[in-house]
């Protein structure tokens, strides 16, 4: 069983930056391939970014690409997020999820663990 918890979520301002990081627990990631998706009110969970288990390969959905960096560190069993030039659309609840293949897609039912989320809140 993994246990995940994410944090750096918050209040930021059209254009700005944030990183969000997913602490593991109860086993290591090393084996296990990483996303990120959010969810915004109203509105189905969206995937975000993924990285396979090494680190070797990330993915981007389209909103996305060229702003936010997905990254790992397995030392730290420690999955990162930054998020850079901000918009208002990008404002949701955060997941972090585990998914026990090395390589996984961007649906949602490829993951198996699951954090709580963090709230990202992008507003002037």
């Known amino acids: 069983q993994v246990q995940m918890v994410e944090s750096g979520g918050g209040l930021v301002q059209p254009g700005g930056s944030l990183r969000l990081s997913c602490a593991a627990s109860?086993?290591?990631?090393?084996?296990?391939?990483m996303g990120w998706f959010r969810q915004a009110p109203g509105k189905e969970r969206e995937f975000v970014a993924g990285?396979?288990?090494?680190?070797?390969?990330?993915y981007y959905g389209d909103s996305v690409r060229g702003r936010f960096t997905i990254s790992r560190d397995n030392a730290k069993n420690t999955v990162y997020l930054d998020m850079n030039s901000l918009k208002p659309e990008d404002t949701a609840v955060y997941y972090c999820?585990?998914?026990?293949?090395?390589?996984?897609?961007?649906?949602?039912?490829?993951?198996?663990?699951w954090g709580q989320g963090t709230q990202v809140t992008v507003s002037s």
């Open positions: 999820a585990a998914s026990r293949a090395s390589v996984s897609g961007t649906n949602e039912y490829e993951f198996h663990y």
């Open positions: 990285i396979s288990w090494s680190g070797a390969f990330t």
């Open positions: 109860g086993r290591t990631i090393r084996g296990y391939s």
